[in-house]
């Protein structure tokens, strides 16, 4: 499918994530990834934030309301919580699995997606899967506008991490 990958190796591909788990009948599945020049524990806060807000692009999917810049202090994530807020802090979803500090989870309507963290030295490794039942006439459309989103949200949470 065009635009299924983004910055992952084949190996990362490769890799179960536990939004395989959640949707095991999926019809789509993209993968994502970016390099962060810190630690999972200095990442992991940024990754469970995405709570408050999406990251993305803030005048799309957040009304133009910032997403916060400064860590929030928030509690881990819990299963059965929202999983992330959008429209100016309306709750969507809600989160399905979590390991504190290696991923965290969620769903939203027929799509899972799971935010996984892989120390690799000095740095950590961003990999976010999202898996799908989109009907395969729509999954394009999925696919692209997931690569735009998707890809800003990692970047900013990098950029967010690495300060």
């Known amino acids: 499918m065009i635009s299924d990958r983004w910055g992952v190796t084949s190996a990362e591909a490769r890799r179960r994530y536990p939004c395989d788990d959640v949707m095991p009948d999926s019809v789509v599945q993209l993968w994502r990834g970016v390099t962060v020049r810190t630690s999972p524990e200095c990442l992991w806060p940024w990754v469970a934030q995405v709570r408050l807000a999406p990251y993305s692009y803030d005048w799309i999917d957040n009304l133009g309301r910032r997403s916060p810049q400064r860590l929030c202090g928030l509690s881990d994530p819990v299963v059965g919580e929202p999983f992330t807020s959008a429209f100016a802090g309306r709750p969507c979803g809600r989160i399905v699995a979590v390991s504190v500090g ?56 990098k950029l967010l991490a690495e300060r």
């Open 102 to 157: 290696e991923h965290l989870t969620g769903q939203m309507m027929r799509t899972a997606m799971s935010y996984v963290l892989v120390p690799d030295g000095s740095t950590t490794r961003l990999l976010l899967k999202v898996v799908s039942r989109w009907p395969r006439s729509t999954a394009w459309l999925l696919s692209i506008g997931d690569l735009v989103m998707a890809r800003r949200q990692l970047l900013n949470l």
